[in-house]
């Protein structure tokens, strides 16, 4: 059975402390892995795709990254305004689907 | 990057009433729109994927009476929840996909329904 898991559940940190967020995933036929950013009460907004193991995408202070099991989403210096859950999605499946798989999030707190 | 309007963003209604949520994709056509519904600290899980033309596939457990799809235009979804009742209220999201900038999904703002 295709799933996502993110870990961890919850972060805190101080402002300017670095950390990783962590996506797992067990699909057949991966076809693309997506990280969102969901303020509460707002829809996800949309950050990164990557679609290959190796391949890595770099915005701002957020860097991810993707391996053949996982994708990691590592945050440098955060700001109290990285405050947000961040959604891992991967798109698996025959070409002409367009099933997407969410993890359940990493909500993220930045303190100030 | 494409923009996804979602209307309207807070709806409280009476129980055994229903209540229509609008999808439109403004800047960009979208044959295939989807349906999320969000628990409080939860992911989104998939209902529904709304299909313009043709009849919405529904996830297994969704109730297709329950929760009535239409895409009659290639820039406008509806999500109708039929008689609604408290366990319905939940936030749901909808969202399209931009065959111009590949696969990733582009998201409406969400709309919290709350079901007295």
């Known amino acids: 059975e295709d799933q996502v898991t993110q870990s961890p559940e919850a972060l805190r940190l101080q402002e300017g402390e670095s950390s990783s967020l962590n996506c797992s995933y067990t699909v057949s036929g991966l076809r693309g892995l997506f990280w969102y950013r969901q303020d509460p009460g707002k829809g996800p907004e949309f950050l990164f795709t990557l679609y290959s193991a190796g391949e890595e995408k770099e915005k701002e202070r957020l860097k991810a990254t993707l391996t053949k099991k996982e994708s990691f989403l590592h945050i440098t210096a955060p700001k109290p305004e990285d405050s947000a859950t961040y959604l891992c999605?991967?798109?698996?499946?025959?070409?002409?689907?367009?099933?997407?798989?969410f993890g359940t999030g990493t909500r993220l707190k930045v303190l100030a | 990057g494409a923009v996804v309007s979602q209307h309207p963003s807070r709806v409280i209604c009476k129980s055994g009433t229903s209540v229509k949520i609008e999808c439109r994709s403004l800047?960009?056509?979208?044959?295939?729109m989807f349906w999320y519904r969000q628990f409080p600290k939860k992911s989104l899980m998939l209902m529904a994927t709304?299909?313009?033309?043709?009849?919405?596939?529904?996830e297994q457990g969704v109730e297709k009476d329950k929760f009535l799809i239409n895409h009659a235009s290639l820039t406008l979804s509806t999500l109708t929840v039929t008689s609604a009742h408290p366990e319905d209220s939940s936030f749901y999201i909808c969202?399209?996909?931009?065959?111009?900038?590949?696969?990733?999904?582009?998201f409406g703002s969400g709309t919290q329904l709350s079901v007295l």
């Open positions: 709304s299909n313009e033309g043709s009849k919405a596939t529904y």
């Open positions: 999605a991967v798109q698996a499946g025959p070409s002409g689907t367009y099933k997407y798989i």
């Open positions: 800047d960009f056509q979208a044959t295939t």
């Open positions: 969202s399209a996909r931009d065959v111009r900038v590949g696969e990733k999904l582009f």
